[in-house]
């Protein structure tokens, strides 16, 4: 069972470009969640997906900023037009239930950096 | 709106003191969860103990336990015999029963173990 898996640890991008992060749950999870770090802070949630539906968008921006998990393959989190605020550590953890009693398992977090 | 406050923002302790963490929240709900998280310098996000609203016995989970007081709207964790490897910024978070595992955190307290 190899956990939650997140790539790229670590993305560079330039103001303007766009950043994409992945995000596979661990086997048997179905329900996917994204979470941003920014520095000396804690995680602020941001959306909860099942496969192929949005639950939760309320802590994700309205423009910019995306999220998908497709009926195959892993979950996707997209920001376009990167600027330097959104330099952060981007966490995703998964769950295979949607109660409120289980324990999120996260991934190892993927590194923004915007130049 | 849930909140999480950590007022530590560091805290220090040397090898095989015990040390206390503190933590309140706000919430209008009776069921909930509440949890905390360890990060090590890997950023790696680990679970250190959960506790159950419903509960009123406190959660143990070997060096580590909590004083959860319900009606202060306060969960403490206490480190015992603290080990080097403790070290960490550790994170308060509180899910609803029905919210699907969302979290939502503290700002943190960093934890410095001093041989």
């Known amino acids: 069972n190899a956990g939650v898996m997140q790539n790229p640890r670590h993305l560079v991008r330039r103001r303007g470009q766009e950043a994409r992060l992945r995000c596979s749950p661990m086997?048997?999870?179905?329900?996917v969640y994204w979470y941003r770090q920014l520095p000396e802070e804690g995680l602020k949630f941001m959306v909860y997906?099942?496969?192929?539906?949005?639950?939760?968008e309320s802590g994700m921006p309205k423009e910019r900023f995306s999220a998908e998990f497709p009926k195959e393959g892993p979950s996707i989190l997209r920001i376009q037009q990167v600027v330097r605020g959104d330099s952060a550590a981007y966490f995703c953890?998964?769950?295979?239930?949607?109660?409120?009693?289980?324990?999120?398992?996260f991934g190892a977090g993927s590194r923004l950096t915007v130049l | 709106a849930q909140t999480v406050t950590q007022s530590q923002p560091e805290m220090s302790v040397q090898e095989a003191e015990t040390v206390t963490l503190s933590c309140t929240y706000d919430?209008?709900?009776?069921?909930?969860?509440l949890f905390w998280y360890k990060q090590p310098p890997s950023r790696q996000m680990i679970l250190v103990i959960r506790?159950?609203?419903?509960?009123?016995q406190n959660a143990t989970e070997n060096r580590f336990s909590v004083n959860f007081q319900k009606a202060a709207k306060s969960f403490s964790l206490k480190i015992s015999d603290s080990q080097l490897g403790d070290a960490a910024m550790y994170f308060c978070?509180?899910?609803?029963?029905?919210?699907?595992?969302?979290?939502?955190f503290g700002e943190g307290t960093q934890l410095t173990v001093n041989p």
């Open positions: 978070a509180y899910s609803r029963e029905t919210s699907g595992s969302r979290l939502t």
């Open positions: 919430t209008s709900e009776s069921d909930y969860y």
């Open positions: 086997k048997g999870h179905s329900h």
């Open positions: 997906l099942q496969k192929e539906n949005i639950i939760d």
């Open positions: 953890a998964s769950s295979p239930l949607e109660s409120g009693a289980n324990v999120l398992t």
């Open positions: 506790q159950e609203a419903y509960k009123q």
